[in-house]
Protein backbone atom coordinates (compact mmCIF):
# COMPACT_ATOMS: atom_id res chain seq x y z
CA UNK A 1 0.00 0.00 0.00
CA UNK A 2 1.04 3.77 -0.75
CA UNK A 3 1.93 5.38 1.87
CA UNK A 4 2.20 9.20 2.72
CA UNK A 5 3.29 10.67 5.82
CA UNK A 6 3.47 14.13 7.53
CA UNK A 7 6.14 15.18 10.16
CA UNK A 8 3.11 16.63 12.39
CA UNK A 9 -1.09 15.93 12.62
CA UNK A 10 -1.42 19.55 14.48
CA UNK A 11 0.93 22.38 14.97
CA UNK A 12 0.70 25.54 16.60
CA UNK A 13 2.96 28.35 15.17
CA UNK A 14 3.21 32.06 15.80
CA UNK A 15 2.89 35.03 13.28
CA UNK A 16 6.19 35.62 11.61
CA UNK A 17 7.63 32.42 12.31
CA UNK A 18 9.28 30.25 9.06
CA UNK A 19 7.23 27.27 9.27
CA UNK A 20 8.25 23.41 7.74
CA UNK A 21 5.71 20.72 6.70
CA UNK A 22 7.35 17.83 5.64
CA UNK A 23 5.69 15.01 3.32
CA UNK A 24 7.16 11.97 2.74
CA UNK A 25 6.04 9.27 0.36
CA UNK A 26 7.30 5.89 0.38
CA UNK A 27 5.96 4.30 -3.50
CA UNK A 28 8.79 6.14 -5.79
CA UNK A 29 5.99 8.49 -6.80
CA UNK A 30 7.25 11.20 -9.30
CA UNK A 31 4.33 13.66 -8.59
CA UNK A 32 4.14 15.17 -5.15
CA UNK A 33 1.28 18.03 -4.21
CA UNK A 34 0.69 20.14 -1.59
CA UNK A 35 -2.83 21.36 -0.88
CA UNK A 36 -4.73 23.61 1.77
CA UNK A 37 -7.78 22.87 2.91
CA UNK A 38 -10.55 25.31 4.41
CA UNK A 39 -14.10 25.07 5.18
CA UNK A 40 -16.54 25.45 1.89
CA UNK A 41 -14.03 25.79 -0.55
CA UNK A 42 -12.62 22.18 -0.65
CA UNK A 43 -8.77 21.80 -1.57
CA UNK A 44 -7.01 24.26 -3.22
CA UNK A 45 -3.65 23.53 -4.58
CA UNK A 46 -0.11 25.18 -3.79
CA UNK A 47 2.47 23.86 -5.36
CA UNK A 48 3.11 20.78 -7.06
CA UNK A 49 6.81 19.02 -8.00
CA UNK A 50 6.84 16.31 -11.07
CA UNK A 51 10.19 15.05 -10.32
CA UNK A 52 13.61 16.33 -8.31
CA UNK A 53 13.90 19.71 -7.65
CA UNK A 54 11.74 20.62 -9.98
CA UNK A 55 8.25 22.78 -8.86
CA UNK A 56 5.27 24.58 -10.53
CA UNK A 57 3.08 26.76 -9.02
CA UNK A 58 -0.60 25.60 -8.07
CA UNK A 59 -3.63 27.90 -7.77
CA UNK A 60 -2.73 29.55 -4.41
CA UNK A 61 1.24 29.39 -4.50
CA UNK A 62 1.43 33.13 -2.46
CA UNK A 63 2.80 33.12 0.65
CA UNK A 64 4.72 29.71 0.33
CA UNK A 65 7.71 27.65 -0.71
CA UNK A 66 8.50 24.25 -1.49
CA UNK A 67 11.60 22.42 -1.77
CA UNK A 68 12.01 18.63 -3.31
CA UNK A 69 15.65 17.62 -3.10
CA UNK A 70 14.97 14.18 -2.73
CA UNK A 71 12.32 12.02 -5.01
CA UNK A 72 10.23 10.43 -1.82
CA UNK A 73 10.15 14.23 0.44
CA UNK A 74 8.04 17.33 -0.28
CA UNK A 75 8.50 20.20 1.97
CA UNK A 76 6.31 23.30 2.06
CA UNK A 77 7.49 26.43 3.54
CA UNK A 78 6.07 29.21 5.15
CA UNK A 79 8.85 31.83 5.02
CA UNK A 80 6.58 34.45 7.37
CA UNK A 81 3.97 32.48 8.69
CA UNK A 82 0.44 34.94 8.79
CA UNK A 83 -2.79 34.16 10.33
CA UNK A 84 -4.68 33.45 6.99
CA UNK A 85 -2.10 30.62 6.83
CA UNK A 86 -4.28 28.82 9.39
CA UNK A 87 -5.48 25.79 7.92
CA UNK A 88 -5.17 22.15 6.94
CA UNK A 89 -2.61 20.80 5.09
CA UNK A 90 -2.50 18.13 2.36
CA UNK A 91 0.48 16.61 1.08
CA UNK A 92 -0.50 13.66 -1.79
CA UNK A 93 1.49 12.04 -4.46
CA UNK A 94 1.42 10.09 -7.71
CA UNK A 95 2.70 8.32 -10.60
CA UNK A 96 3.29 10.33 -14.02
CA UNK A 97 -0.21 10.10 -15.84
CA UNK A 98 -3.92 10.51 -14.74
CA UNK A 99 -3.04 8.14 -11.85
CA UNK A 100 -5.22 8.65 -8.71
CA UNK A 101 -3.23 11.20 -6.17
CA UNK A 102 -2.55 9.45 -2.33
CA UNK A 103 -3.06 11.68 0.54
CA UNK A 104 -1.27 12.06 3.69
CA UNK A 105 -3.35 12.73 6.83
CA UNK A 106 -2.49 16.55 7.10
CA UNK A 107 -1.32 18.85 9.34
CA UNK A 108 -3.69 21.27 11.20
CA UNK A 109 -1.34 24.25 10.94
CA UNK A 110 -3.07 26.95 13.86
CA UNK A 111 -0.46 30.48 13.77
CA UNK A 112 -1.55 32.80 16.33
CA UNK B 1 -10.81 26.71 -17.77
CA UNK B 2 -11.92 23.31 -14.92
CA UNK B 3 -14.69 24.01 -12.54
CA UNK B 4 -16.12 20.87 -10.33
CA UNK B 5 -19.58 21.69 -8.98
CA UNK B 6 -20.44 19.78 -5.60
CA UNK B 7 -24.32 21.64 -5.00
CA UNK B 8 -25.09 19.22 -1.97
CA UNK B 9 -23.20 21.14 0.78
CA UNK B 10 -24.56 18.74 3.06
CA UNK B 11 -26.67 15.41 3.35
CA UNK B 12 -28.47 13.37 6.16
CA UNK B 13 -29.99 10.25 5.37
CA UNK B 14 -31.28 7.22 8.09
CA UNK B 15 -29.18 4.01 8.15
CA UNK B 16 -30.38 2.32 4.98
CA UNK B 17 -31.73 4.23 2.97
CA UNK B 18 -29.98 4.77 -0.49
CA UNK B 19 -27.92 8.33 -0.70
CA UNK B 20 -26.94 10.32 -4.51
CA UNK B 21 -24.26 12.74 -4.24
CA UNK B 22 -24.13 15.08 -7.25
CA UNK B 23 -21.35 16.23 -9.34
CA UNK B 24 -20.96 18.66 -12.09
CA UNK B 25 -17.94 19.54 -13.87
CA UNK B 26 -17.02 21.96 -16.59
CA UNK B 27 -13.68 21.39 -19.08
CA UNK B 28 -12.55 22.07 -22.32
CA UNK B 29 -10.26 18.97 -22.69
CA UNK B 30 -11.50 16.13 -24.74
CA UNK B 31 -9.18 13.38 -22.16
CA UNK B 32 -10.26 13.58 -18.60
CA UNK B 33 -10.11 11.95 -15.63
CA UNK B 34 -12.95 11.98 -12.91
CA UNK B 35 -12.22 10.80 -9.58
CA UNK B 36 -14.37 10.71 -5.83
CA UNK B 37 -12.42 10.93 -2.41
CA UNK B 38 -13.96 9.77 0.98
CA UNK B 39 -12.58 12.14 3.87
CA UNK B 40 -13.41 10.50 6.96
CA UNK B 41 -13.60 12.35 10.15
CA UNK B 42 -10.20 11.33 11.04
CA UNK B 43 -9.18 13.35 8.07
CA UNK B 44 -7.28 11.68 5.63
CA UNK B 45 -8.79 11.39 2.11
CA UNK B 46 -9.07 8.12 0.73
CA UNK B 47 -9.36 7.11 -2.79
CA UNK B 48 -12.86 5.83 -4.10
CA UNK B 49 -13.00 5.84 -7.70
CA UNK B 50 -11.21 6.95 -11.13
CA UNK B 51 -12.89 7.20 -14.55
CA UNK B 52 -11.61 8.38 -17.57
CA UNK B 53 -13.66 10.87 -20.14
CA UNK B 54 -14.02 7.57 -23.07
CA UNK B 55 -15.97 5.28 -20.79
CA UNK B 56 -19.49 6.15 -19.65
CA UNK B 57 -20.02 2.80 -18.40
CA UNK B 58 -21.67 2.80 -14.66
CA UNK B 59 -19.50 1.35 -12.07
CA UNK B 60 -20.62 -0.90 -9.31
CA UNK B 61 -18.46 -1.59 -5.80
CA UNK B 62 -20.71 -3.37 -3.48
CA UNK B 63 -22.98 -0.52 -1.95
CA UNK B 64 -21.44 2.09 -4.09
CA UNK B 65 -22.37 2.75 -7.79
CA UNK B 66 -21.37 5.64 -10.10
CA UNK B 67 -23.15 7.40 -13.06
CA UNK B 68 -21.41 8.74 -15.62
CA UNK B 69 -23.03 10.97 -18.25
CA UNK B 70 -21.00 13.02 -20.69
CA UNK B 71 -24.05 14.35 -21.86
CA UNK B 72 -24.62 16.49 -18.85
CA UNK B 73 -21.50 16.54 -17.62
CA UNK B 74 -22.05 14.90 -14.29
CA UNK B 75 -20.30 11.76 -12.13
CA UNK B 76 -22.91 10.89 -9.22
CA UNK B 77 -22.43 8.47 -6.45
CA UNK B 78 -24.60 6.31 -5.36
CA UNK B 79 -24.58 4.77 -1.82
CA UNK B 80 -27.44 1.79 -1.13
CA UNK B 81 -28.14 0.80 2.09
CA UNK B 82 -26.34 3.32 3.65
CA UNK B 83 -24.37 2.72 7.07
CA UNK B 84 -23.15 4.75 9.84
CA UNK B 85 -19.72 4.35 8.53
CA UNK B 86 -20.45 6.25 5.54
CA UNK B 87 -20.56 9.71 7.28
CA UNK B 88 -17.56 11.44 6.06
CA UNK B 89 -17.03 14.34 3.27
CA UNK B 90 -16.90 13.34 -0.21
CA UNK B 91 -15.06 14.80 -3.20
CA UNK B 92 -15.61 14.72 -6.66
CA UNK B 93 -12.18 15.55 -8.46
CA UNK B 94 -11.32 16.80 -12.17
CA UNK B 95 -7.62 15.85 -13.78
CA UNK B 96 -6.50 18.47 -15.89
CA UNK B 97 -3.58 17.08 -18.37
CA UNK B 98 -0.09 18.51 -18.09
CA UNK B 99 2.48 18.59 -20.29
CA UNK B 100 5.02 17.33 -17.65
CA UNK B 101 3.01 14.62 -16.61
CA UNK B 102 1.73 15.08 -13.49
CA UNK B 103 -2.05 15.40 -13.73
CA UNK B 104 -3.27 18.12 -11.38
CA UNK B 105 -6.81 17.84 -9.67
CA UNK B 106 -9.27 19.85 -9.55
CA UNK B 107 -11.60 19.54 -6.38
CA UNK B 108 -15.22 20.29 -5.75
CA UNK B 109 -15.72 21.68 -2.45
CA UNK B 110 -17.09 18.29 -0.80
CA UNK B 111 -20.57 17.08 0.58
CA UNK B 112 -20.92 16.02 4.10
CA UNK B 113 -22.93 13.06 4.26
CA UNK B 114 -24.29 11.97 7.94
CA UNK B 115 -26.44 8.65 8.09
CA UNK B 116 -28.35 8.87 11.24
CA UNK B 117 -28.50 5.32 12.88
Known amino acids: DVKVTQSSRYLVKRTGEKVFLECVQDMDHENMFWYRQDPGLGLRLIYF???????EKGDIPEGYSVSREKKERFSLILESASTNQTSMYLC???????????FGPGTRLTVL | AQKVTQAQTEISVVEKEDVTLDCVYE???????LFWYKQPPSGELVFLIR??????QNEISGRYSWNFQKSTSSFNFTITASQVVDSAVYFC??????????????FGTGTRLTVIP
Open chain 2, 51 to 56: RNSFDE
Open chain 1, 49 to 55: SYDVKMK
Open chain 1, 92 to 102: ASSKTGYNEQF
Open chain 2, 93 to 106: ALSEPIQTGANNLF
Open chain 2, 27 to 33: TRDTTYY
